[in-house]
């Protein structure tokens, strides 16, 4: 038995010591001074700037969500009877309000 707690003692001693190693030395080995759009490059030790969106991308407009098409209209004016703002269905392609819990059971209204 005593075996057995030796052995298993060192194991535990052993991960407990790695895990506080790689605590300690993972802030200092990622901690380069780049913005926060920018990637860290440890082989060279330079910061990179994201490349270019190529030339055919085009965003999405700035009230619609980054998933929508771009030729989403604006979204409604909300509903007196609504307690939320309008949301976008991709599926239906119409703006929207969720009614009830939304994280469980919500119903999709449309908006006409």
Not at 41 to 64: E, F, G, Q, R
Not at 72 to 96: D, E, K, M, S
Request: one cysteine or more; a neutral charge; aromatic letters at 12%.
């Amino acid at each position: 038995m005593r075996w057995f707690v030796r052995r298993l003692s060192a194991v535990i001693a052993l991960a407990f010591a790695s895990m506080t190693v790689a605590v300690i030395a993972t802030p200092g080995v990622s901690s380069a001074d780049c913005g926060s759009n920018m990637s860290f490059n440890p082989a060279t030790n330079a910061c990179n700037l994201p490349p270019a969106p190529p030339d055919w991308y085009t965003p999405p407009p700035p009230y619609a969500p980054s998933y929508a098409p771009l030729d989403t209209p604006p979204p409604p004016p909300a509903p007196w009877w609504a307690p939320v703002a309008p949301v976008w269905n991709n599926g239906l392609h119409r703006w929207g309000v969720v009614l009830g819990p939304a994280n469980i059971t919500g119903v999709w209204v449309p908006i006409d």
